[in-house]
């Protein structure tokens, strides 16, 4: 079957466009992943229209379809079985318009995201979207898991960056849906159905994305501060004090902090590292002197009212660029052991009770382990680190992801901020999604797609059954 499947896939693409399940074995499964990927072929179209005729055939036979962007979803969000089509979106990176007056930009959906910033950064816009793994990661992926990133604060989702989209639904359709309107009330809005449908639904293949104009001022700065109620209010004061232009506002819990400036990390502490909390902000303008002024004055008010504790302000480029090398530096948790990851949400007013109820509950069922909280504080996100030892992980793991999710609904937060559901989280669906809601989108999914081709078995099994009882 494999073989078969190959060969008409290379009648439609090209020979080298596909990859045999041989070939695939060579290629890693993602970000921080140590397996290789499994299918019966990986298929790299160019066009829209091969795209098209990939689902047609593919559907007629039943044969499972699992789109790939840049695999740094980390939620085994395109995880594919031996038997199934790995469709990769590598080929289509081209850049196909972008219009300074309407301020959008036509891109396919293999575009890295980071390669989008810097071509829009020489006609002085920006795409405000940005993410660690920007090198890597699609903009296909990221409308399909609906990124999240360091400046929803100001700019919000990739969902609220995407004007239009083209996309390929399961039966081979092509829906195109390439408005390049801010304002386009004239029925629904498809287009959303699909951004974070995480690959059930179609295949994302051409995006307009709006733009903004590019800051010509930014302000950061390093804080730390006593206590998290302390946090809290020093967001509310810098907000209103910088008059809209706080574009991220990064909390690190003491334990990330350390980490993160203390060797074998290459970055070193900008402020002393016995605080609880240490806070990264950053602030785009287009006026450098006023911007400078205003920036700073918040800070003086800030620490002169003992709000915060102590500051550290970027005085050059690369401080701005070593502060931020801090805030990234997630590689660290790879050291002396094996992270779990996980990515939630919750009110602001709720995070201090929970990441304490978390520390203690992990201490008392979990063995030997280090916890390291860090994240988007400005906007609910807050990312958990738990490290076991190797021989411990398969045992613990889901141990871990109990204590972490089931006091999310209490809370009424968030199992997924803004990685997605995938694989990893479907069994938790129920902590943040109610049986109703579960329900409408099976409907949406056996609408678009009946035969159920697309991705199957992420984000919620097509059976009852998986959805909180009400
Ligand atoms: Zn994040």
Redesign the pocket.
Known sequence: MSAEIVSALREMVGEGGVLDADELRKRSAGAYRFDTLKAAALVRPTTTQQVSEILRWCHARGISVVTQGGLTGLVHGADAEPSEVILSLERMRVIEEIDTKQRVALVQAGVPLQALQEEVDKHDLAFPLD?GSRGSATLGGNAATNA???RVIRYGMTRDMILGLEVVLADGTVLSSLNRLIKNNSGYDLKQLFVGSEGTLGIITRLVLRLREKPLATNMAFVALDSFDAVANFLKHIDRSLGGTLSAFEVMWQSYYKLVTSPPAKGRPPVPQTYPYYVLIESQGGDEALDSQRFNVAMETALDSGLIADAAIAQSEQDCRDFWALRDDVGQVMQGGLPIVF?VSLPIAAMEGYAATLAGTLDSEIGEHRLWIF??LGDG?L?VIVQVKPMDYLKVRPKVEALVYRPLAACHGSISA?HGVGLEKKPYLYVSRSAAEVAVMRTLKAALDPKGILNPGKIFDPAPGCGRDQ
């Open positions: 993410l999240g990133g360091n990515d994240g988007h996100n990312h803004e």
